[in-house]
């Protein structure tokens, strides 16, 4: 990897982190995968450190809008006294909830993390990745407090787990040999307009 290459990483970290915060997490775990690929070890430190160095300078730019509108560095999430609970994260209220779970309006989600399951056998480094942007992904969001966050309409928090979720679908879609998914996506379209009743009743 050359030191043009890291700094392009490092910008794409650090962009991530100005549109938006959660997906650095994201662009954490595949620059990770990326790098520790990189040899000799010393060489991976040089390049890791360089990616670091960038995203903390474009991210920068976020803690001085913060500084300049609020006159702190914290999100304004927190000012305004939203926070975190990284010890009693509700996963159940943001998989399941009436409405806005994740795998109640969507579940597809949670076959696809099924895929991504029977896909260790077969490729372990790429459902490996997905899984754990999912699982980060889902930590964050089930740890941060206001419903609105975790929970709403859709999950829309989780559209960035879409790509990686999509891997396990498509395993599962590609090694079957019964047509069950045209069955299943009937059923799964009328849920979907289910879901979008209740998201008008309840807004």
Not at 35 to 51: A, D, G, T, Y
Not at 90 to 119: C, E, H, K, T, W
Request: include cysteine; charged fraction near 10%.
């Amino acid at each position: 990897m050359t030191w043009k290459q890291s700094i392009a990483l490092g910008a794409s970290l650090g962009l991530l982190g100005l549109i938006r915060n959660q997906d650095v997490l994201t662009g954490v775990v595949l620059l990770s995968s990326l790098l520790w690929r990189v040899k000799p070890r010393i060489l991976m430190i040089q390049n890791l450190s360089l990616v670091i160095l960038v995203a903390i300078g474009i991210g920068s730019i976020q803690l001085a809008t913060n500084w300049t509108l609020f006159h702190s560095w914290q999100s304004p999430y927190i000012i305004n006294g939203q926070s975190l609970s990284w010890f009693s994260p509700d996963f159940i209220r943001v998989l399941f909830s009436q409405g806005n779970g994740l795998f109640r309006y969507a579940p597809l989600a949670a076959i696809s993390v099924f895929g991504l399951l029977l896909l260790l056998k077969v490729d372990r480094g790429i459902a490996s990745i997905c899984l754990l942007v999912f699982f980060c992904q889902l930590y964050v969001i089930a740890s941060w407090a206001p419903e609105i966050v975790g929970g709403p309409y859709g999950s829309r928090m989780f559209v960035g787990t879409l790509p990686f979720l999509g891997v396990g679908l498509a395993h599962i879609l590609t090694t079957t040999k019964l047509p069950w998914w045209l069955f299943a996506t009937a059923l799964l379209f009328t849920w979907n307009l289910y879901q979008i009743g209740v998201m008008l009743i309840r807004w």
